[in-house]
């Protein structure tokens, strides 16, 4: 597949587009800028402070696991530049590329970080021409789709990464205890009979493992959302996948 298929692009995934850009506005209309700017990022900060930390604590976990200078990354739902923020106060040097559904938001990523690139895009597609990325990454992207969406995502990560490449994400799992309280608050939306402000899916490793195997990618690591020994501790899962180099 091409990231150039336009009758692919053009299928975008309507229900988390629309629920996003609903959520982010309702906070841009509500709230002082700064602190709807930090909400609005998938995993969300009550602070700024928060907001810094845990854009510190995803360059952490990225440099753990083979971020260096140069590389070309992906940030996949970037929002208004968590990430893009803490790499540039980290001093990484490298070429930058944040994709997101908001524009608001990437309007405030490139003025916070001037000269990273950003592209507007509401399908489950790489923006990037094959084997052309080092890193792809997206924190709790995966938590407001459906396991298909996902698996689009896979998939063209594994075509737009370089052999050797790898993509980083974190996601929801019903058997860590910690996640619970995410599963509680739709059954209470529910309940009340409320509907949710967006979706919030759960994943298990063995479909993630699945995923990988189908589109290409070596076999996948996990690391805890409380586990904190190689990088600060991010609640949500993390999994790593590799897209294999047979030249080596």
Same mark, same amino acid.
């Given at each position: 597949?091409?990231?150039?298929?336009?009758?692919?692009?053009?299928?975008? %995934?309507?229900?988390?587009?629309?629920?996003?850009?609903?959520?982010?506005?309702?906070?841009?209309?509500?709230?002082?800028?700064?602190?709807?700017?930090?909400?609005?990022?998938?995993?969300?900060?009550?602070?700024?402070?928060?907001?810094?930390?845990?854009?510190?604590?995803?360059?952490?976990?990225?440099?753990?696991?083979?971020?260096?200078?140069?590389?070309?990354?992906?940030?996949?739902?970037?929002?208004?530049?968590?990430?893009?923020?803490?790499?540039?106060?980290?001093?990484?040097?490298?070429?930058?590329?944040?994709?997101?559904?908001?524009?608001?938001?990437?309007?405030?990523?490139?003025?916070?970080?001037?000269?990273?690139?950003?592209?507007?895009?509401?399908?489950?597609? %790489?923006?990037?021409?094959?084997?052309?990325?080092?890193?792809?990454?997206?924190?709790?992207?995966?938590?407001?789709?459906?396991?298909?969406?996902?698996?689009?995502? %896979?998939?063209?990560?594994?075509?737009?990464?370089?052999?050797?490449?790898?993509?980083?994400?974190?996601?929801?799992?019903?058997?860590?205890?910690?996640?619970?309280?995410?599963?509680?608050?739709?059954?209470?939306?529910?309940?009340?009979?409320?509907?949710?402000?967006?979706?919030?899916?759960?994943?298990?490793?063995?479909? %993630?493992?699945?995923?990988?195997?189908?589109?290409?990618?070596?076999?996948?690591?996990?690391?805890?959302?409380?586990?904190?020994?190689?990088?600060?501790?991010?609640?949500?899962?993390?999994?790593?996948?590799?897209?294999?180099?047979?030249?080596?």
């Amino acid at each position: 597949m091409r990231f150039s298929d336009l009758s692919f692009r053009r299928r975008h %995934i309507s229900h988390s587009v629309k629920d996003y850009r609903r959520v982010v506005r309702r906070m841009l209309r509500r709230m002082p800028n700064d602190r709807a700017l930090a909400l609005a990022q998938s995993i969300g900060s009550e602070t700024m402070e928060g907001f810094v930390a845990q854009g510190d604590g995803h360059v952490a976990a990225l440099r753990h696991h083979g971020l260096t200078d140069g590389m070309t990354v992906y940030d996949v739902g970037c929002g208004c530049g968590r990430t893009a923020q803490a790499l540039r106060r980290s001093g990484w040097q490298g070429q930058y590329v944040g994709a997101d559904v908001v524009r608001e938001l990437l309007d405030e990523l490139k003025r916070q970080c001037p000269g990273y690139e950003t592209v507007l895009n509401t399908t489950p597609t %790489i923006v990037a021409p094959d084997a052309s990325i080092d890193l792809v990454f997206h924190w709790s992207l995966f938590t407001h789709l459906y396991p298909a969406e996902c698996y689009l995502y %896979i998939a063209d990560s594994y075509r737009a990464l370089k052999p050797g490449g790898k993509l980083v994400f974190s996601f929801l799992e019903m058997a860590d205890p910690a996640h619970n309280r995410v599963w509680q608050n739709n059954l209470d939306h529910l309940r009340r009979g409320d509907a949710g402000q967006q979706l919030d899916n759960f994943l298990h490793r063995d479909w %993630i493992a699945r995923f990988a195997r189908d589109a290409g990618f070596s076999l996948p690591q996990f690391t805890d959302g409380s586990d904190g020994s190689n990088h600060p501790q991010l609640w949500q899962a993390l999994a790593v996948m590799e897209k294999p180099d047979v030249t080596r």
